[in-house]
T-cell receptor
Framework: DAKTTQPPSMDCAEGRAANLPCNHS???????VYWYRQIHSQGPQYIIH???NNETNEMASLIITEDRKSSTLILPHATLRDTAVYYC????????????FGQGTELSVKP | GAVVSQHPSRVICKSGTSVKIECRSL??????MFWYRQFPKQSLMLMAT?????????EQGVEKDKFLINHASLTLSTLTVTSAHPEDSSFYIC??????????????FGPGTRLTVL
């Protein structure tokens, strides 16, 4: 079973920041937080991951709370092409890459 | 990032026939590949993990005799849906990783195969 909970859907205005929350209250000390997204009828796309420090790349920022029980994915300037289902996943890095997907958040970016 | 392809992208078959789906890593060696299934409006469900040169490990509830997985080379894994029935109609997605990359085990996903069984 997935170890994360996310809101089923969110809306965001184009050009504004999209903040997607994720709860992972049972995360273990050696588990990382990964974010993937899936645009309709395509394979998932890796976005970002982190252990305990905040992370940023060209796509997004990941903010992890100090107790690591929750995190937020931030898309700083959402575009219509960011409309997708966003999945937050926790896993240990040395488990052969196994990913267990939850229900994710369906983000709709509106003009 | 690394590229994973799937073939075919769409397939329609008659009930009772078998269908083979290919998953290829194009620019890296994938020692581990994963097969997922996704029904409409639902999340991805992991079906099995395959390691090159060994038998696949199936998730609970997935019939290994119905979903045959072969990972004979470092760049190719195949999923064969045997004796397909309409309830097998789904979106099948593969992913690949190279655990020898010691930084983190990023998975690279294929574009998916839409299977429709009539």
């Amino acid at each position: 079973d997935a170890k994360t909970t996310q809101p089923p859907s969110m809306d965001c205005a184009e050009g504004r920041a999209a903040n997607l929350p994720c709860n992972h209250s049972t995360i273990s000390g050696n588990e990382y937080v990964y974010w993937y997204r899936q645009i309709h009828s395509q394979g998932p796309q890796y976005i970002i991951h982190g252990l305990k420090n905040n992370e940023t790349n060209e796509m997004a920022s990941l903010i992890i709370t100090e107790d690591r029980k929750s995190s937020t994915l931030i898309l700083p300037h959402a575009t219509l092409r960011d409309t997708a289902v966003y999945y937050c996943i926790v896993r240990v890095n040395n488990q052969g890459g196994k990913l267990i997907f939850g229900q994710g958040t369906e983000l709709s970016v509106k003009p | 990032g690394a590229v994973v392809s799937q073939h075919p992208s769409r397939v329609i078959c008659k009930s009772g026939t078998s269908v083979k789906i290919e998953c290829r890593s194009l620019d890296f060696q994938a020692t581990t590949m994963f097969w997922y299934r996704q029904f409409p409006k639902q999340s991805l469900m992991l079906m099995a993990t395959s390691n090159e040169g060994s038998k696949a490990t199936y998730e609970q509830g997935v019939e290994k005799d119905k979903f045959l997985i072969n990972h004979a080379s470092l760049t190719l894994s195949t999923l064969t849906v045997t004796s397909a029935h309409p309830e097998d109609s789904s979106f099948y997605i593969c992913s690949a990783s190279d655990p020898r990359d010691g930084t983190y085990n990023e998975q690279f996903f294929g574009p998916g195969t839409r299977l429709t069984v009539l």
